[in-house]
């Protein structure tokens, strides 16, 4: 009985030893931050995932400003540029770029943040297309299928950057259900 009780502990402890090994093979454990880890908590990962997910929300409270003030103000954005209120839409945009591209990602991850800058560039270039078509005369003589095209390619661009920013969101393990 003594016998099987020990060979049963030495079994115990050999498979946890074993499964501990693996598991620190597949996921190593960051040693190169100040931050306390351990098995169950990841204090750094769990302070990144937090600040990333503020900084998200923040950048998505600004969009649902930028979107109340388009509908307040009956702006319709598939209208023809030539319509009057096309210039309170860039100027709507504008102001989102402004406060959006204003945020300090400056603590957060260097793949996260390279990701929000090419976001903010995908939406600076829209701006500038938006004011250029206002303010040039070259797009009073074109044609709004013209104008579709050109911005698509904008937008489409948005929306790429913004995927690639959600998903580095998410690797860092920020909660970013829902956008």
């Known amino acids: 009985m003594k016998a099987k009780t020990i060979l049963s502990i030495a079994a115990f402890f050999t498979a946890f030893a074993v499964s501990a090994t693996l598991v620190s093979l597949f996921f190593p454990v960051n040693t190169t931050s100040d931050k306390a880890t351990s098995c169950f908590t990841n204090y750094s990962k769990s302070t990144t995932a937090n600040a990333i997910s503020a900084f998200v929300n923040q950048d998505v409270r600004n969009g ?28 709507i945009v504008e102001s989102y770029v402004n406060a959006s591209n204003g945020m300090d990602a400056g603590e957060l991850p260097l793949n996260f943040r390279y990701a929000w800058r090419k976001h903010m560039k995908a939406w600076r270039d829209y701006s500038a297309f938006l004011n250029e078509v206002e303010n040039s005369a070259r797009w009073q ?39």
């Open 64 to 91: 649902n400003e930028r979107d109340r003030t388009i509908r307040r103000l009956g702006i319709n954005v598939n209208a023809s540029f030539e319509d009057p209120s096309f210039a309170d839409y860039a100027e």
């Open 141 to 179: 003589n074109s044609d709004s299928e013209q104008f579709r095209q050109m911005e698509s390619v904008h937008v489409r661009e948005i929306e790429v950057t913004w995927h690639k920013v959600l998903r580095i969101a998410r690797y860092h393990g920020a909660d970013v259900r829902g956008y």
